[in-house]
């Protein structure tokens, strides 16, 4: 089980969250509204952004990450990858039910 944190323009974030749900790349995309400060070009920015925690699998995270790094505006995308040692087993298997419906 895999948990993908990534970060992303409030304008965008829906249509991101959206898009790995439809593919089948994640199970749930949680939205939480952040405030980031951070350097860019050299320069420190402090940007409102929505924080996305894309519940997926293993196998679907390639797919998963190719998919945001095509539609993300960021030419640097924030995607990292949380592997997890601990999942509710009935949350495990919803999840790769909604990802993969015929295994």
């Known amino acids: 089980m895999t ?3 990534i970060t992303a323009p409030p304008d965008d974030a829906e249509s991101i969250a959206e898009t790995l749900v439809e593919k089948r790349l994640a199970a749930c995309v949680n939205r939480v509204p952040t405030s980031s400060t951070y350097r860019w ?3 420190i920015h402090h940007d409102d952004e929505v924080m996305l925690l894309a519940k997926t699998t293993e196998s679907a995270y390639e797919e998963l ?4 790094r095509e539609i993300h505006p960021h030419d640097v995308p ?3 990858r949380f592997d997890e040692s601990h999942v509710l087993e009935s949350f495990a298997r919803w999840r790769e039910d909604a990802i993969d419906p015929d295994r």
Do not use: L, Q
């Open 41 to 43: 070009n050299g320069e």
């Open 65 to 68: 990450e190719r998919c945001v």
């Open 78 to 80: 924030c995607i990292e």
């Open 3 to 5: 948990t993908v944190y």
